[in-house]
């Protein structure tokens, strides 16, 4: 492959010097292009991509002082190595000429070998320094790209995980003849009542944007524990016998115990631990005469005690096999004359200052008969 030759622009209102110049630059196998002013060297600069400038200070109308500050507020000549070309030594001179975004500089009259291993030695510098950026800027091309295709997998993967959850919700709710809307409505009211949770800064310590996602997500999985009850006690009318009801609590431990071998499959899953929480424990009564732990007030995971309002109020709100709904005002009394022993108080206030977007909630899901 044949190597580059570099390209260096000349910049020298004497016409003498820049053909000194030229002739040393040429000889040594460097294309060389000429400039007589600043304004010629900045419109020559913006047309052409340099491998390095020579510029001399001194010139009419306007110094290389000025032509170096313009050349280095272009994009396209911001890391171009500048040298400057001066007859003057003194430091205020060189400290200028640096200031203003020179690489280096060299004294009038030209030194031969000087100028040629000042170029060599920017030239090679330039070249390590623009395959720096380059790679750089292709490396965070790459993270770029690399970041998008995991937002796009991540938005994939959490999509399949809602369609498998409501699958999983939606498997459980058909064996289940009564409950209809029963998923779309308590996902409704949990949403609901996390985001006002959030909003009031209730239980602050355990209750955040993340939890609250969770619990949100695993909603429709409360009652999935319910494939693992049979159908005859399942969707039996009228009043169940004791034997039957205790079969009906199983439902909680079976969903949990689904969750808890999926979570020993994966490994450590906040998400699957919230599920599991809410499945569990969304019958504990806060004055500890629930099931099937029989936990008391804080105890009982927050999941768990939020259901309870949203599975509760649905329940009262909707007709059953075995009872007609009460309707809405009656079921929010009743929640209300509950709080402190079947649910936590704290969340029955959230519940009341919501109580009027319930009923809408139960409204747009109603049961079509």
Known sequence: MEEKKYHILVVDDVTENIQLAGNILSAAGYRISFAQNGAKTIELAGQVQYDLILLDIMMPEMDGYEVCTRLRKNKKTENTPILFLTAHHDNDVIEKAFEAGG???????????????????????????????????????????????????????????????????????????????????????????????????????????????????????HDIGKVGIPDSILNKPGTLFEKEHDIIKTHTTIGAKALRDAREIVGLSKFLETAEDMVLY???????????????????????????????????????????????????????????????????????????????????????L
């Open 103 to 221: 690489n280096d500089y060299l004294s009038k009259p030209i030194n031969r070998i000087e100028l040629l291993l000042r170029i060599k030695s920017h030239l090679k510098t330039n070249k390590y320094r623009l395959e720096l950026i380059q790679a750089r800027e292709e490396l965070e091309h790459q993270n770029a790209l690399l970041g998008q295709k995991v937002i796009e997998r991540t938005k994939e993967i959490s999509q399949v995980q809602d369609a498998t959850i409501i699958s999983l919700a939606s498997l459980a709710e058909a064996r289940d003849k009564e409950t209809g809307n029963h998923i779309k409505r308590t996902r409704a009211y949990v949403l609901l009542l996390v985001t006002n949770c959030l909003k009031l800064k209730i239980y602050p310590d355990i209750l955040n944007e993340q939890t609250g996602e969770f619990i949100i997500k695993s909603a429709p999985l």
């Open 282 to 368: 969304h019958h504990e009564r806060w004055d500890g005469t629930g099931y099937p732990e029989g936990l008391k007030g804080d105890e009982i995971p927050i999941p768990g005690r939020i259901m309870a309002i949203a599975d509760v109020y649905d329940a009262l709100t909707t007709m059953r096999i075995y009872k007609d709904p009460i309707g809405h005002k009656a079921s929010v009394e009743m929640i209300i004359s509950e709080s402190g022993k079947s649910f936590d108080p704290l969340l029955v206030e959230v519940f009341t200052q919501v109580e009027k977007e319930f009923e809408q909630i139960a409204t747009q899901y109603k049961e079509k």
